[in-house]
T-cell receptor, first 117, second 113 residues
Framework: GAVVSQHPSWVICKSGTSVKIECRSL??????MFWYRQFPKQSLMLMAT?????????EQGVEKDKFLINHASLTLSTLTVTSAHPEDSSFYIC?????????????FGPGTRLTVL | GNSVTQMEGPVTLSEEAFLTINCTYT??????LFWYVQYPGEGLQLLLK?????DKGSNKGFEATYRKETTSFHLEKGSVQVSDSAVYFC????????????FGGGTRVLVKP
């Protein structure tokens, strides 16, 4: 099946710094990427939808100025957590549907664990 | 709104035991239903799906039946293996939601030899 990678797999940063998380589709073109965050023992919460070459669409309650999403190419979407604070510590996951497979199938990255001190 | 509720884990079983993970949902209309599995260190993978009432999804010995009357999609496997140790997520996708998924909280399953 299709492969989606994320980098880094984990990151620890100081409060106030910015962190960039990359999500790559390795063997197909990803026109759409979904970004989720997951708190311990909780569900995945959709944060935003990014489409290649256009602005991301954010879910209600998600600060677009804090979570900057860029989808400049068909194989790379990035999520930048700006001025991170301890409450931003979470597990961030990206996923993409692939047009060449079942419409209902999405492929997920392995996730990035962010810890803000 | 849409929501998915699944049993909390962890669920600890012995090899060859019967596994059931309950999942119920709330949604408008008739959503598509999914089970995803996440093995340690890997991304979520689609395990099985059902797109309409009474459909049964199956894969790798796992089964789940779309029950509209009880708004449920319980996951079952008759004889688990150690390799089935993972976190299982129930999810729904409303018909009009494009590819947006709503997930349950996940259930960690640990199978001991």
């Amino acid at each position: 099946g299709a492969v989606v990678s994320q980098h880094p797999s984990w990151v620890i940063c100081k409060s106030g710094t910015s962190v960039k998380i990359e999500c790559r589709s390795l063997d197909f073109q990803a026109t759409t990427m979904f970004w989720y965050r997951q708190f311990p023992k909780q569900s995945l919460m959709l944060m935003a939808t990014s489409n290649e070459g256009s602005k991301a669409t954010y879910e209600q309650g998600v600060e677009k100025d804090k979570f900057l999403i860029n989808h400049a190419s068909l194989t790379l979407s990035t999520l930048t957590v700006t001025s991170a604070h301890p409450e931003d510590s979470s597990f961030y996951i990206c996923s993409t549907p692939t047009g060449g497979f079942s419409y209902n199938e999405q492929f997920f990255g392995p996730g990035t664990r962010l810890t803000v001190l | 709104g849409n929501s998915v509720t699944q049993m909390e884990g962890p669920v600890t079983l012995s090899e060859e035991a019967f596994l059931t993970i309950n999942c119920t949902y709330t949604a408008t209309g008739y959503p598509s239903l999914f089970w995803y599995v996440q093995y340690p260190g890997e991304g979520l993978q689609l395990l099985l799906k059902a797109t309409k009432a009474d459909d049964k999804g199956s894969n790798k010995g796992f089964e789940a039946t779309y029950r509209k009357e009880t708004t449920s999609f319980h996951l079952e496997k008759g004889s688990v293996q150690v390799s089935d140790s993972a976190v299982y997520f129930c999810a729904l996708r409303p018909k009009a939601a494009g590819n947006k998924l709503t997930f349950g909280g996940g259930t960690r399953v640990l199978v001991k030899p």
